[in-house]
């Protein structure tokens, strides 16, 4: 599978990779008369990708074989338009998606399954191209038979109210956040979108929806920090001493895992170190954010100061029991000797 260029990409992938998220989004989101013909109890993930090298800028895409009604088998494809801006050739792209599947359903089935194009849309501006493909031609009557034709179904997202999105909360946790976060009042939003995500707060990936949430806000909005997620997690969240100690150890594990990284890709052990302590630090700095606000960030310069990956780590597990950032800074001040 190609590896995902952009943060919109992977949460878009975490978000409808969940079984139920994926059934509630066709049910929900494709024409009544289209999903009336889908049996969504058999709904099967394809794990390859079908998006090609030149569409990866555009596109991420997940594919289901999904079982029909009256019999027989079909492809739906969800493709995630992840640009701020419409494509006036997204029907030609969706095209060669679309004979990349009916290649692969060859190969695999040795037979053709119908393919049902879905693209997702989350910019601000709405959609004005065409949702059909003989619109690209200015054709005279009698060669339109010889061009191909046909539909996919849009679901912008900036045409649906908040409301309409939070119908359910496994899929509009996700689809809030997609909605707005190219527009400058996902600030103001961000507590509906915790509140929503509250209620599902008991399911089991639960806390790792919340991180991939967390993930991709401060990653990819513009102008959001740990503190406005703190904040917005505080109004919903009656126990939130609690949910921040376990959302900061995510996010420190997150880092550790990142610094891990860097240095395998360093490939030395010098460099594995400098990655691991980096990593600890990047984790580190969200997780006193998320926990203490800015009194946690205030020690900050003084834990970049500490070499040793070893008393960062003491940091790391510390986090988890401290209850004040003055209680944090007296556990590593007994280990650091610099």
Not at 134 to 142: N, T
Not at 152 to 177: F, I, N, P, Q
Not at 192 to 210: H, K, S
Request: glycine fraction near 8%; charged fraction near 25%; charge should be negative.
């Amino acid at each position: 599978m190609a590896e995902l260029t952009s943060p919109h990409d992977k949460f878009f992938k975490e978000a409808l990779t969940q079984p139920e998220a994926a059934r509630i989004f066709l049910r929900d989101y494709l024409p009544a008369e289209v999903a009336a013909q889908l049996d969504l109890a058999r709904l099967q993930l394809v794990k390859d990708s079908f998006v090609d090298e030149s569409l990866q800028e555009q596109f991420s895409d997940l594919l289901y074989e999904v079982g029909l009604r009256d019999g027989g088998n079909a492809y739906v494809c969800l493709l995630f338009e992840h640009k701020s801006y419409v494509d006036p050739l997204v029907a030609l792209q969706v095209l060669r998606y679309m004979v990349r599947v009916w290649d692969y359903g060859l190969r695999q089935r040795a037979r053709l399954w119908p393919v049902i194009p879905v693209v997702v849309y989350h910019g601000v501006a709405r959609w004005t191209v065409a949702t059909n493909f003989q619109p690209l031609f200015d054709l005279p009557e009698a060669l339109r038979p010889y061009v191909p034709d046909f539909y996919y179904h849009l679901g912008d997202l900036s045409a649906y109210s908040d409301e309409e999105l939070k119908r359910t909360a496994e899929l509009g946790v996700g689809l809030l956040v997609l909605k707005h976060i190219f527009r400058p009042e996902l600030r103001a939003r961000l507590p509906e979108v915790m509140a929503l995500w509250y209620t599902i707060r008991d399911q089991t990936d639960a806390l790792g929806y919340l991180e991939a949430i967390l993930r991709y806000v401060t990653s990819a909005a513009e102008g959001i920090s740990a503190e406005d997620i703190r904040i917005a997690l505080e109004q919903v969240a009656p126990q939130g001493g609690a949910l921040m100690s376990t959302i900061a150890q995510q996010w420190i594990q997150f880092g550790e895992q990142r610094g891990e990284q860097r240095g395998e890709q360093r490939g030395e052990q010098r460099g594995e170190q400098r990655g691991l302590r980096q990593g600890l630090l990047d984790g580190i700095s969200l997780a006193l954010e998320l926990r203490f606000g800015l009194d946690g960030l205030g020690l900050l310069p003084e834990i970049a100061k500490i070499e040793d990956v070893d008393v960062l780590k003491i940091v790391h597990e510390g986090l988890r029991r401290a209850e004040t950032p003055e209680e944090l800074r007296r556990l590593y001040q007994r280990f650091d000797t610099n």
